[in-house]
């Protein structure tokens, strides 16, 4: 299997999980499986400076590139010590047609589609599924689609508000069509 790498280094110093320990957890760990390490995607901490996401970029610019069959990451806390954000990445990366495999054992019954997680996890993939149904069921027509369609008959009402930094009252224009 063909697998691109995901470390991140913690914003905490003290957490002893250095970006070169990570790389070398992967490295091991893709050796002992018979796996193909293809790239490694790094995101550091830089003190004083709000968390970046580059290296998570680049791992989508990989992942969309195609080549690779999953993400390794030295244990989903990787993405984030935050449940929330551990399932809405996992969830981005699964969209993405990218299976994540963990070094970290107990990380398994998370990355199961068969084995059910606890309570609160099953109530966040909940959440991010309906938002995708949500996202998907309003997603606006492609032009070409739109053109080959008459639109409804009735009256469109759009309210555009006008903020002026000298007025403290907004202006409303009403435009129908």
């Given amino acids: 299997m063909r697998v691109v790498g995901y470390i991140r280094e913690s914003a905490d110093p003290s957490d002893g999980r250095s970006a ?20 490694i995607c790094q995101d550091l901490r830089n003190p004083g400076q709000p968390s970046r996401r580059d290296g998570y970029l680049s791992l989508l610019g990989v992942i969309a590139a195609g080549g ?9 806390a990787t993405f984030s010590p935050d ?6 990445m996992l969830w981005d990366l699964k969209h993405r047609g990218a299976r994540v495999v ?39 027509q492609r032009d070409s ?6 639109l409804p008959e009735r009256d469109v009402l759009v309210h555009i508000v006008h903020a002026d930094a000298d ?10 069509r």
């Fill in 102 to 140: 963990s070094t970290v054992r107990t990380d398994m019954s998370l990355l199961d589609p068969h084995v059910a997680p606890e309570p609160s996890r099953v109530l966040i993939r909940d959440v991010l599924h309906r938002v995708a149904e949500h996202t998907n069921g309003i997603k606006p």
């Fill in 83 to 88: 449940a929330i954000v551990q399932e809405i």
């Fill in 167 to 176: 007025d403290p009252a907004p202006v409303v224009q009403d435009d129908r």
């Fill in 20 to 39: 070169f320990s990570q790389q070398e957890e992967l490295r091991r760990h893709a050796g002992e499986q018979g796996h193909l390490l293809v790239a």
């Fill in 68 to 76: 690779v069959d999953a993400v390794l990451v030295p244990g989903v």
């Fill in 145 to 150: 689609q739109l053109a080959d369609q008459e």
